[in-house]
């Protein structure tokens, strides 16, 4: 499991569990609040969830990461939950890939995940192929070429203003936070004023669309108070088209 080449994210909900994988090379999150932050920004092969003993809220949590992301789902769990194959089937019908025995050797938890792995690089490598053009109503970006336009007119945007508006344009109607933006966009960790500087980034982008077509920059769409931060509202933005911008 050292020499996988496969990036791993783990979570316990029993300390103990832990112990028994430290050879697995994967990141570790400490509660379900960093699970689900972790999988809302970073890109990861398998994620694996121990639990101990039969507890109804796994499938719910299950289900939340199955808003966030595709990744391939393994379950640890206890003989005698393994036993509950009604539990088994919840966990399945709610998003897991494979349950398993926590005592399972290194060796058959590895062969697991380079079968759900494998799998799941595929799938990802279809998707990025189709991903190359987007069409969004009006919008089009040739993403092999990091071009973009609007009613076939061609937009001259920086690399950050490409960046940010693809981000939205691939996932239409989620909303990013401004921290989320960050560090998708710029590839790095939020310093300083970030607020202001994704708010000129927006004006700008806004500005240019709105050159092209009256009321473009509408496809950029503000939401407030929207997910937490310790405890902070903060605004996000989602990219949205209204029936003006639909293609004619």
Not at 33 to 42: V, Y
Not at 170 to 180: G, I, K, N
Not at 207 to 212: A, D, G, Q
Request: net charge positive; proline share 1%.
């Amino acid at each position: 499991m050292k020499d996988t080449k496969y990036k791993i994210l783990a979570y316990f909900d029993n300390q103990s569990y832990r112990k028994l994988f430290n050879e697995v090379n994967s990141d570790y999150a400490e509660n379900l609040q960093i699970l689900l932050h972790n999988l809302s920004l970073f890109s990861y092969d398998v994620l694996i969830i121990g639990v101990i003993l039969y507890k109804e809220n796994i499938s719910n949590i299950i289900s939340a990461i199955r808003k966030i992301t595709q990744i391939p789902i393994i379950i640890l769990t206890d003989a005698s939950s393994l036993l509950c194959m009604s539990w088994k089937k919840e966990l399945i019908y709610a998003g897991a890939d494979c349950v398993m025995d926590i005592n399972s050797t290194i060796e058959e938890v590895d062969l697991q995940i380079f079968s759900l792995a494998r799998r799941n690089n595929k799938q990802k490598i279809t998707q990025k192929q189709s991903e190359t053009m987007i069409n969004k109503g009006k919008l089009v970006m040739d993403h092999k070429k990091h071009k973009v336009f609007w009613n076939r007119v061609a937009l001259h945007l920086t690399r950050q203003e490409y960046n940010f508006l693809y981000l939205l344009a691939v996932t239409p109607m989620r909303v990013y936070t401004f921290e989320q933006i960050y560090q998708l966009v710029w590839k790095d960790y939020s310093v300083g004023d970030i607020k202001n500087i994704i708010w000129c980034l927006v004006k700008r982008l806004r500005k240019k669309l709105n050159v092209v077509e009256d009321g473009a920059g509408n496809c950029i769409v503000s939401v407030r108070d929207i997910g937490y931060s310790s405890s902070i509202r903060n605004t996000g933005y989602k990219f949205e088209l209204n029936n003006e911008n639909e293609q004619q």
